[in-house]
């Protein structure tokens, strides 16, 4: 299993910006897929879930502003992060989970950096 995370990059404030999580390994209508960030000298954030239904669940911290969305096709998962502010700068992440066995994996993180 393997998951690739990309897009992220340096943009100003109120900028928007997509994210890809590339998922080989894992098919998206048997697992659930969550995007968390870790902000530096931070925890780990949960932000985003998308179940094998196709639902989502965003936290309150972030409430509609960023929405995530995925390509059965391309088994990719996606956040488009809205209205970006330096608050959001951090590392991103994605998690697979299994649909049986709940086992769990994690990409390698991909950084946005939110500043003029």
């Known amino acids: 299993v393997q998951l690739v995370e990309s897009g992220g990059g340096l943009v100003q404030p109120g900028e928007s910006l997509w994210l890809s999580c590339a998922i080989s390994?894992?098919?998206?209508?048997?697992?659930?897929v969550s995007w968390a960030r870790q902000a530096p000298g931070k925890g780990l954030e949960w932000l985003s879930t998308?179940?094998?239904?196709?639902?989502?669940s965003n936290s309150d911290s972030i409430g509609r502003r960023f929405e995530t969305y995925r390509d059965i096709g391309e088994n990719t998962v996606y956040l488009r992060l809205n209205r970006l502010q330096p608050g959001d700068t951090a590392v991103y992440y994605c998690?697979?989970?299994?649909?049986?066995?709940?086992?769990?994996?994690w990409g390698q993180g991909t950084q946005v950096t939110v500043s003029s």
């Open positions: 998690r697979g989970v299994a649909a049986f066995s709940n086992d769990e994996y």
């Open positions: 390994g894992l098919r998206l209508f048997t697992s659930t």
């Open positions: 998308i179940y094998s239904d196709g639902s989502t």
